[in-house]
Nanobody
Framework: EVQLVESGGGSVQPGGSLNLSCAAS????????MMWVRQAPGKGFEWVSR????????YYADSVKGRFTISRDNIKNNMYLQLNSLKPEDTAMYYC????????????RGQGTQVTVSS
């Protein structure tokens, strides 16, 4: 059974930092591109970042480029997202996601970890 478990969210002030983690199990993690997506209250899913299987190639949404850093450890079957210079508009539930469907809403994802940025 595929399982994705996120952790590391929290409440921070603008300009603060958080480090999100995703623990993956039930599939050959290192063979899969993985993504972080987020969903703000009342809004749809937004793609945030993507990393290929070996971890060589990373991609970011324009809204987070230069502030967030995605990485992975294929020995530990973990993926990470370092969030720096956080803004109130980054407030959302963040999901570790395996892109196994054409629609983000239908992709395999974890239960999410909440990030709240406010003063």
């Amino acid at each position: 059974e595929v399982q994705l478990v996120e952790s590391g969210g929290g409440s921070v002030q603008p300009g603060g930092s958080l480090n999100l983690s995703c623990a993956a199990s039930g599939f050959n993690f290192g063979l899969h591109t993985m993504m972080w997506v987020r969903q703000a209250p009342g809004k749809g899913f937004e793609w945030v970042s993507r990393i290929d299987g070996p971890g060589d190639r990373t991609y970011y949404a324009d809204s987070v480029k230069g502030r967030f850093t995605i990485s992975r450890d294929n020995i530990k079957n973990n993926m990470y997202l370092q969030l720096n210079s956080l803004k109130p508009e980054d407030t959302a539930m963040y999901y570790c996601t395996r892109p196994d469907a054409s629609d983000i809403a239908r992709m395999t994802r974890g239960q999410g970890t909440q990030v709240t940025v406010s003063s």
